[in-house]
């Protein structure tokens, strides 16, 4: 094979710079071809709409125009302003070219509310505060009892309530179902906590500790109940190591 001479080289390396010179030219045109032009232009924006996150309220935070190009769009900057709805846990963004975008969300839970002044601090089961509402959630456990200062919507009332029992009814899918059927938790009396459940069934928590054991066990006396249909008044687990059950019978 012969050897190249300098000349060779160097006319190598210049016609080398000349292509990667008009590859680039190429590739600056398209894109700014493919920017300018009305056919990667967003013409339809599909989201899916939730039961506490509106449609509308959606695509306002995410803030996508017909006018905006799709290929420019930053979905990571569209995923936080979402995400900054409180009842919003995470969200997607997807591209679909030329012209349609998706957004889909997966929406926070309301899992206990808080008498809190003159409105409900709603909850879901991590803590996340989603609203104050001025009117009581229906099917929603009311907390009585407890209170904390300010917290903005999509904050957290876990570090206002450090060192409460409070927190062991958070964050933890084996008990929720059982703290799901309370309808009242009232911790006026820090001995003796007092539950009533959606049911109609009275529960003498007794205190605030082993609270995840006794919800378990809680959850268990329940469901015996409801297997074996045994009109029910009242549980006692304030009065000893073993849970009294109180007929409606008798």
């Excluded at 190009?69 to 302003?81: D, M, P, S, V, Y």
Aim: glycine share 6%; hydrophobic share 45%; charged share 30%.
């Amino acid at each position: 094979m012969k050897k190249e001479t300098r000349v060779q080289k160097k006319q190598r390396r210049r016609m080398f710079m000349l292509r990667l010179f008009f590859i680039s030219l190429i590739v600056t045109a398209m894109a700014i071809f493919a920017i300018r032009s009305s056919f990667f232009k967003v013409d339809q924006i599909v989201a899916s709409e939730g039961n506490s996150v509106s449609k509308e309220e959606i695509l306002k935070a995410a803030g996508i125009s017909k006018d905006d190009n799709i290929l420019i769009i930053r979905k990571k900057a569209i995923i936080e302003r979402l995400e900054s709805i409180p009842y919003v846990k995470s969200a997607s963004v997807k591209k679909k070219l030329p012209d349609t975008v998706e957004i889909e969300i997966i929406e926070r839970k309301p899992y206990l509310q808080f008498e809190n002044g003159y409105s409900f601090a709603v909850i879901d089961a991590e803590g996340v505060l989603l609203e104050n509402s001025i009117l009581k959630l229906k099917g929603i456990g009311l907390v009585k009892g407890i209170g904390w200062e300010y917290i903005p919507d999509g904050g957290s009332i876990i570090d206002k309530t450090q060192g409460t029992s409070i927190l062991d009814l958070l964050n933890d899918q084996n008990i929720a179902p059982v703290v799901e059927k309370i309808e009242v938790i009232d911790l006026s009396d820090s001995s003796n906590i007092k539950f009533n459940l959606f049911n109609g069934i009275a529960v003498e928590f007794g205190p605030m500790n082993n609270v995840k054991y006794k919800l378990k066990v809680l959850g268990e006396i329940l469901a015996d109940v409801e297997k074996k249909n045994i009109p029910t008044k009242m549980i006692l687990m304030n009065k000893g190591e073993h849970p009294i059950l109180v007929r409606d019978d008798i």
